[in-house]
């Protein structure tokens, strides 16, 4: 028996395939290409209509491998399959299972159920903790992610996910601990702690600062090389967090802090609890502990009623910013959200407009960022090779900048001190000084 997962969305799916991926195996089942496959499962987004839209595509495409293969089996999993339900089953009868992201522990029985000719969804499970016991089918050695938190207790206007994913749910600092010692001791280098909202970590337990303390533990653990978090949220990113950067080398300089727009009217409407002048703050205090920090950021155009004034202080949010990169997304209306209501829905066109404006400015500031590299030696975790070009590795900088270089000497996992030669837009090349 063999199966394929196609993970579509951010790293919480990234990681909850990873979790499918054990499960499948503890079943029996061994990881092929889509088109040799018996079990397919689509672990889905439901962002922005657009991921949805990529889905609906490869369920169509899916369709006809089906046809070939009536045993094939099919399973919709993530926030898309959370959102949609067993409307998806009478929608898609190629689909033969839908599981959401709370459930995940459910596949092998729906998968029996599957097999004894019934259609199975599982979706109630939305509001429980991450459990540790799960087995997880980890995808590169030398760097892991580890989730820290389930779900979001925000209510940003715009955004599905509280929806899909449920509330805030931590895991037990004992329990990320115990999963990052386990990981160093199995040789990985870098952990990537994972959370909606990392910055509210232990608040469903009325726990307060509790990120802050939680970092500096798994900084301490033995062998953890690299540590990374994301996302950071500009309301709730506190001093401690930054103190505890600041006194571990090993914490990555690196924050990814979604601003998602430069306009206070904009961001009240978001529901996002800060203004511009408190982000531009927050960020010179980080850059004052921390002195040589990259910072990313998210930001969407288009938000209803974003005037061309708005529009314009998202530029200048960019430019006073110095962002070293950024995700830039089209308003999308989600159903059910406060956002998708609201009067003076700006036009698509008038929305790609705009994202060309906002990503040749952030593009510009990335390729500054990355010129200011060339000729200094950086820390780079060998991730894999380079996929575009034989015998050189790609891997990131502390500053989560990708790096290329030749792979002479060493390889995919191990530490390298590497000077950086020349910077593109997005990306580095550089040669090894030396391997750890
Ligand atoms: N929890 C993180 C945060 O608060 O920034 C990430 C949330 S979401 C998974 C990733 C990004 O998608 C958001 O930061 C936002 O920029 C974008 N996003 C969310 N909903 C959106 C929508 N309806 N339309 C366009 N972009 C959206
Ligand atoms: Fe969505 Fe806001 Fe929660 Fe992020 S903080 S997941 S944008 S509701
Ligand atoms: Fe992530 Fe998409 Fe769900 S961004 S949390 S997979 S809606």
Known sequence: MRYAILTYGCQMNE???????????????????????????????????????????????????????????????????????????????????????GDLARLPELLRRVRSGQSAAALGGLGTAVASDLPRR???????????????????????????????????????????????????????LLGQNVDSFGRDRGEEGAFARLLERVAAVEGVRRVRFTTSHPRDLDLPTLRAMAAHPNICRHLHLPAQSGSDAILARMGRGYTRDRYLDLLARARRLLGDLAVTTDLIVGFPGETEEEFGATLELVDRARFTGAFTFMFSPRPGTAAAGLPDQVP????????????????????????????????VLAEGPSPRHPGMLAGRTGGNRLVRFPAEGGGAGRMARVEIIAARTWTLEGRVVGWE
């Not at 397919?40 to 889905?55: G, H, K, P, Q, Y």
């Not at 030398?142 to 820290?148: E, G, L, T």
Request: glycine share 10%.
């Open 15 to 101: 990681h909850d395939s990873e979790v499918l991926g054990g499960l499948c195996e503890a079943q029996g089942y061994r990881s092929a290409p889509v088109d040799e496959a018996d079990l397919i499962l689509l672990n889905t987004c439901a962002v922005r209509d657009s991921a949805e839209e990529r889905v609906r595509g490869k369920l169509g495409e899916l369709k006809r491998l089906k046809a070939l293969n009536p045993r094939l089996i099919i399973g919709v999993a993530g926030c898309m399959a959370q959102r949609e339900g067993a409307e998806l089953l009478r929608r898609h009868p190629q689909v033969d299972l839908v599981v959401g992201p």
């Open 348 to 379: 698509l066109d008038t929305k790609k407009r705009r994202l060309r404006r906002l990503m040749e400015r952030v593009n510009f500031w990335s390729g500054q960022a990355n010129l200011a590299l060339v000729g200094r030696v950086e820390e």
């Open 138 to 192: 980890r995808g590169r050695g030398a760097k892991a992610w580890v989730s820290i938190s389930t779900g979001c207790d925000n209510a940003c206007s715009y955004c599905i996910v509280p929806a899909v994913r449920g509330p805030l749910v931590s895991r037990a600092a004992a329990a990320v601990l115990e999963e990052v010692r386990g990981l160093a001791a199995t040789g990985c280098r870098e952990v990537v």
